[in-house]
């Protein structure tokens, strides 16, 4: 693929899946700097990967693809959390009340949080879902069976469901 063609195509992606990327990369990586180096990732990926792009898939499945696999890459990477365990009464319990997570789930983001807190197969599947992708494109995006994919959703509408006290369908 010729250099320009290449470039051409990358802007496209990023001018028409930008957002769904800044999503799906927040579905993984709660800290703002982590999740920025996230999309810069995924950014460098995608460029890497657009020659190999043949068109038997849709680019938003392409693009999606690629950033699930990048962000499973930038999960495996990172180091698991560690925490003194003489610092362990030191922290405070900053569960909010039930009114409180009532009215933050109100908003998209609180979904996406409810998202992220999910496992890592559910959060696959449940934020290329919010992207619009339907169960035989998410299972072409994760390389899993359709069947399984309509599992995975319907056990992540679940949890969410149940994360947010029942209030969204």
């Given at each position: 693929?010729?250099?320009?063609?290449?470039?051409?195509?990358?802007?496209?992606?990023?001018?028409?899946?930008?957002a769904?990327?800044?999503?799906?990369?927040?579905?993984?990586?709660?800290r703002p700097?982590?999740?920025?180096?996230?999309?810069?990732?995924?950014?460098?990926?995608?460029?890497?990967?657009?020659?190999?792009?043949?068109?038997?898939?849709?680019?938003?499945t392409?693009?999606?693809?690629?950033?699930t696999?990048?962000?499973?890459?930038?999960?495996?990477?990172?180091?698991?959390p560690?925490?003194d365990?003489?610092?362990?009464?030191?922290?405070?319990?900053?569960?909010?009340s039930?009114?409180a997570?009532a009215e933050?789930?109100?908003?998209?983001?609180?979904?996406?949080?409810?998202?992220?807190?999910l496992?890592?197969?559910?959060k696959?599947?449940?934020?290329l879902?919010?992207?619009?992708?339907?169960?035989?494109?998410?299972?072409?995006?994760?390389?899993?069976?359709?069947?399984?994919?309509?599992?995975?959703l319907?056990?992540?509408?679940?949890?969410?469901?149940a994360r947010?006290g029942?209030?969204?369908?």
């Amino acid at each position: 693929m010729e250099r320009q063609e290449r470039e051409r195509r990358f802007r496209h992606a990023l001018t028409e899946y930008g957002a769904s990327l800044a999503r799906l990369a927040g579905a993984y990586e709660r800290r703002p700097a982590l999740r920025e180096e996230l999309l810069q990732e995924i950014a460098l990926a995608l460029w890497q990967a657009l020659p190999a792009f043949r068109g038997d898939a849709s680019l938003k499945t392409f693009v999606l693809r690629v950033a699930t696999n990048r962000a499973m890459t930038h999960l495996a990477r990172r180091p698991p959390p560690t925490l003194d365990i003489e610092a362990a009464h030191d922290i405070a319990d900053d569960a909010p009340s039930p009114q409180a997570i009532a009215e933050q789930y109100h908003d998209a983001a609180s979904l996406q949080r409810a998202v992220a807190g999910l496992s890592l197969p559910l959060k696959q599947v449940m934020s290329l879902a919010l992207e619009g992708l339907g169960t035989g494109e998410i299972a072409e995006v994760l390389g899993i069976s359709e069947s399984s994919a309509a599992v995975r959703l319907h056990r992540g509408k679940a949890q969410v469901r149940a994360r947010i006290g029942g209030q969204h369908g």
